[in-house]
């Protein structure tokens, strides 16, 4: 029975280990992408939306937050693209929830907060355009 308890915990310990190893490279893909960031590169952009979009909507969004607390060059890079998101099916909603919860632990979350709304007044229609189409 102590063989069984002891590889169950084995077993446990590695499949953490290897998670943490993804989620470490997986935050430090984003932060990397963001500090080297160049408004040319549409394809290391793209790749840089969609993980940024996967961590803010994934339970390492508190590790990746940390990360970037005192790297200003990234979070003003990262407020640009919530800002003007490459990909129109990304969940601004959804990453907004995700934020809140950690808008009291972290600074960085408000201004992602207000990149995010400001991006979705932008995608929202405006009366007015709703109004000629149907002229």
Not at 24 to 50: L, M, T
Request: aromatic share 8%.
């Amino acid at each position: 029975m102590k063989h069984l308890i002891f590889i169950f915990l084995l077993l446990v310990a590695w499949t953490s280990n290897g998670f943490c190893r993804e989620l470490n490279a997986k935050v430090s893909s984003v932060i990397n992408a963001y500090r080297h960031f160049d408004c040319n590169n549409i394809e290391q952009n793209e790749v840089a939306n969609e993980l940024l979009f996967e961590l803010i909507q994934d339970k390492s969004l508190c590790r990746f937050l940390m990360a970037i607390e005192n790297d200003t060059l990234v979070q003003k890079n990262i407020l640009i693209e919530l800002e003007n998101p490459i990909d129109d099916s990304i969940n601004l909603e959804q990453c907004s929830n995700n934020l809140l919860k950690y808008k009291e632990k972290y600074k960085v979350v408000l201004p992602m907060l207000e990149a995010i709304k400001r991006a979705q007044k932008k995608s929202e229609p405006s009366i007015h355009s709703e109004k000629s189409d149907k002229l």
